[in-house]
């Protein structure tokens, strides 16, 4: 699996779309990014992924870039809530040998 | 039910001790891992199982050793740990389907004394 680079940490205050960046400059062509987040002490949750297209859903949108080297993910409306380490993933759709490996991830920091 | 279940969710076990940690999801979901996760570090993967096997040791010492019983059952029986083995042990889980997402438990909080 390809690997990931995020910024260490980031703020955001609260009611304003935070926009978590991630770099995957070796992504393969069937590989496809993911994101999760972590909640102080919590199990991962997962947040959206996305191949090609950009995706939303409830929580969050993703912005893939045309050559597939780099993505943002959107909280269009931050809360206190969403304090958390966001990780980026790229991995293969395949079922079976995929490690779902994290990098270092995003400390996102909700400001009142 | 979406739920990966973590029982128990804090372990204290001396260094003689023998114990074990178990996961339980009915999701139909035939891929399940364990992690450890450090304090301000992120998971690491231990080990892979796919259809009851498995399919990655990521190089873990012999006093952990995994074990799955069934499709809705992951234990980590563990004897003979260290201090520095104490961590969050994450549990998740993923379906067959191409692209779906892994699922995670709450974690169990084992400190070794």
């Known amino acids: 699996d390809a690997k990931t680079t995020q910024p260490t940490s980031m703020d955001c205050a609260e009611g304003r779309a935070a926009n978590l960046p991630c770099n995957h400059s070796?992504?393969?062509?069937?590989?496809?990014v993911y994101w999760y987040r972590q909640i102080h002490s919590q199990g991962p949750q997962y947040i959206i992924h996305?191949?090609?297209n950009n995706e939303t859903n409830e929580m969050a949108s993703l912005i893939i870039t045309e050559d597939r080297k780099s993505s943002t993910l959107i909280l269009p409306h931050a809360t206190l809530r969403d304090t958390a380490v966001y990780y980026c993933i790229v991995r293969t759709p395949n079922f079976g040998n995929e490690k779902l490996t994290f990098g270092t991830g995003t400390r996102l920091t909700i400001i009142p | 039910d979406t739920e990966v279940t973590q029982t128990p969710k804090h372990l204290v076990m001396g260094m003689t001790n023998k114990k074990s940690l178990k996961c339980e999801q009915h999701?139909?979901?035939?891929?399940m891992y364990w992690y450890k996760q450090k304090a301000k570090k992120p998971p690491e993967l231990m080990f892979v199982?796919?259809?009851?096997?498995?399919?990655i040791n990521e190089s873990v010492p012999s006093r952990f050793s995994p074990e799955c019983p069934n499709s809705s059952l992951l234990n980590l029986h563990l004897h003979a740990l260290q201090p520095e083995d104490s961590a969050l042990y994450l549990c998740?889980?993923?379906?067959?389907?191409?692209?779906?997402?892994?699922?995670f438990g709450q974690g169990t909080r084992l400190t070794v004394v």
């Open positions: 996305g191949l090609k």
């Open positions: 999701m139909g979901h035939r891929a």
């Open positions: 199982y796919s259809y009851e096997k498995l399919s």
């Open positions: 998740a889980s993923r379906g067959t389907l191409r692209n779906t997402e892994a699922f």
């Open positions: 070796t992504i393969s062509g069937n590989e496809y």
